[in-house]
C-alpha cells in the first residue's frame, strides 16, 4: 500500500492507508487485521474507571446492595461459562464446571494467594494479571486491603438527597425497601465523619456539612464523586430557588414525612449544589447511567437524556461529567451527550452485559463519534465466595480488549482509520481519555 502523507485539521501524520472513501463492509484482511491488533491492544495498561474491587464479605463494595431475587440478563449470571475460563486464567482452576467439590480449589487457592501476597498486594497483583495500571474503586468506603495509589476511590453522593422521613420511599417497591435505608445508613456515616449527631437546623448549616464532607473524602484519596440516583427515583431535575429549598429543609429537617414533590424539589436542588461544588473543587461527576439491577429499576424515568438539561447547562460548564455505563441500552443517543466538551461515557457495565460480537459494535460506534470522549470499565463485583471481583475484573478487561480490538479492525479494513491510528484510539480509550480527566491525581 502507498505511504501518503495526509494534512486533516492542521495534523499532520503519516497514513499508510490510501486516503479515498470508506467502504461500508470490512474485507476479507479483517480477521488478519484483528489478530494483529489484538495482541499490541493487550499490551497497552489500562485505567478502569469504574469497578467494584473487593472481598464478598466487605459490605463496603458498594453504597446498596442487590435486591433479593432479582432477575441478571443471561451473562451477567454466576453460572456463565466464561467465568471458568477467568478462574483458569488467573488461578489455573483445573475443572469445567463449579459444583461444589470443585469451587473448593478456587476457595483454597485464593486464601493460599492472599497468605502469599499480603495486605495490598494480592489485589495489585490481580490488576497486574489484567494489566491494569489502576483502577477506580467505587465503593462506600476504602478498605485496608486496596492499595490507594493503585485504586483511586470514588465515593457515593446520593445518600444527600435523603435527610428526611423515607417512610414513604422505602415503602415505593421492595427494592427501594432495600436501597433507602442503605441511603440512610451511608448518611449517618458521613455524619459521623463530621463528627454531627443530628442534622444541622438551618440549609446553610446542612450544605456547609456536604462540603466538609467532599473536602474530607478528597483529603482520604477521593477522586471523584458518584451518584446512583437513578435506581431511587426519576432523573428528571428541576431547578428550584434556595428558598423554596430552605422552606423544605426548615419543615423536615427535625421530622414529618414530606410530600413526594416537596422530597424531590429539594432533592434537585441538592442534586445541582453538590454538582456546582464538583465543579467547584475538581471533582469530576459521575453518574449511574444505564438500566440497573433489580426488577423495579424504571428505565424510562432514568433514560440518559433526561440529564441532557443539567450536561448542557452553561452553569455547569466547570463541572466534569462521566456517564457510568454510558447509557446502556441507549448508548446510541448517550454518546452525543459528549458533545459537550465537560461530558464524557464510561463503557463499564456494557461490556458484561453483551457478549465481545454485541459490544464491538457499541465501542464502534462511539470511537466513530467522539473518540476523545470515551473511556474504559468493567464495573467487576463480587459475585459471591467462590467467584469475586477477580474474576469479574478478568472477563471485563479480556471482553472490552477484544471488542476493541475487533471494532478497530473493522475500522481498518472499512479505510476509515490507519492501522497507526487505530493504536492511538485504543490507548485513548483504554488509558489517556480517563486519565487526563484528574489533572495529575491518577496514572
Ligand atoms: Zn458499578
Redesign the pocket.
Known amino acids: 500500500m502507498k505511504h501518503t502523507l495526509v494534512v486533516s485539521c492542521g495534523i499532520m501524520f503519516l497514513s499508510s492507508f490510501a486516503p479515498a472513501q470508506a467502504r461500508p463492509f470490512p474485507g476479507s484482511d479483517v480477521e488478519q487485521i484483528y489478530q494483529r491488533l489484538l495482541p499490541r491492544v493487550e499490551k497497552i495498561p489500562a485505567f478502569d474507571h469504574?469497578?467494584?474491587p473487593g472481598f464478598s464479605d466487605d459490605a463496603d463494595v458498594?453504597a446498596m446492595a442487590a435486591p433479593p431475587n432479582a432477575s441478571a440478563a443471561l451473562r451477567t449470571r454466576d453460572d456463565n461459562p466464561e467465568l471458568i475460563a477467568a478462574a483458569k486464567a488467573l488461578f489455573e482452576y483445573p475443572y469445567a464446571d463449579f459444583s461444589p467439590e470443585h469451587a473448593k480449589y478456587l476457595i483454597a487457592k485464593k486464601a493460599e494467594l492472599k497468605k502469599q501476597h499480603p495486605g495490598v498486594a494480592y489485589f495489585n497483583m490481580i490488576l497486574d494479571k489484567i494489566n491494569t495500571e489502576s483502577s477506580v474503586a467505587?465503593r462506600a468506603m476504602m478498605p485496608d486491603y486496596l492499595d490507594g495509589k493503585r485504586f483511586p476511590w470514588v465515593f457515593f453522593a446520593d445518600a444527600f438527597m435523603w435527610p428526611f422521613n423515607n417512610e414513604r420511599e422505602t415503602a415505593r417497591n421492595p427494592d427501594e425497601g432495600v436501597f433507602i435505608p442503605l441511603q440512610e445508613k451511608m448518611l449517618r456515616r458521613w455524619m459521623q465523619q463530621e463528627k454531627l449527631s443530628t442534622l444541622p437546623a438551618k440549609l446553610d448549616g446542612y450544605l456547609d456539612f456536604i462540603a466538609h464532607v467532599l473536602v474530607d473524602n478528597q483529603k482520604k484519596g477521593g477522586i471523584a464523586m458518584k451518584f446512583?440516583v437513578a435506581y431511587f427515583r426519576p432523573t428528571t431535575f428541576s431547578d428550584p430557588t434556595r428558598q423554596r429549598a430552605e422552606t423544605i429543609y426548615q419543615q423536615y429537617a427535625s421530622g414529618g414525612v414530606p410530600s413526594e414533590k416537596d422530597y424531590r424539589t429539594f432533592q434537585d436542588y441538592i442534586f445541582r449544589y453538590l454538582v456546582e461544588e464538583g465543579g467547584r473543587s475538581h471533582l469530576p461527576v459521575h453518574i449511574?447511567s444505564a438500566v440497573g439491577i433489580g426488577d423495579y429499576f424504571n428505565l424510562s424515568q432514568s433514560n440518559v437524556m433526561n440529564l441532557e438539561s443539567v450536561l448542557r447547562d452553561p452553569r455547569y460548564h466547570g463541572t466534569t461529567f462521566v456517564l457510568?455505563?454510558g447509557g446502556y441500552p441507549l448508548e446510541r443517543e448517550a454518546v452525543w451527550l459528549a458533545a459537550m466538551k465537560n461530558v464524557y461515557l464510561d463503557s463499564?457495565?456494557g461490556e458484561l452485559a453483551q457478549y465481545p460480537s454485541a459490544f464491538k459494535d457499541t465501542l464502534k460506534m462511539w470511537l466513530e463519534t467522539f473518540p476523545d470522549k470515551i473511556t474504559f470499565g468493567t464495573?467487576c463485583?463480587p459475585y459471591n465466595e467462590v467467584l469475586g471481583a477477580e474474576e469479574s475484573y478478568w472477563l471485563g478487561a479480556e471482553s472490552s480488549r477484544m471488542a476493541l480490538a475487533a471494532a478497530l479492525a473493522e475500522m481498518v479494513s472499512e479505510n476509515e482509520v490507519s492501522e497507526g491510528r487505530a493504536l492511538e484510539l485504543a490507548h485513548a480509550y483504554l488509558h489517556d481519555n480517563a486519565v487526563k480527566l484528574y489533572e495529575g491525581r491518577v496514572h
Open positions: 469504574h469497578a467494584h458498594d467505587n446512583e449511574h457510568i455505563h463499564s457495565f464495573d463485583f
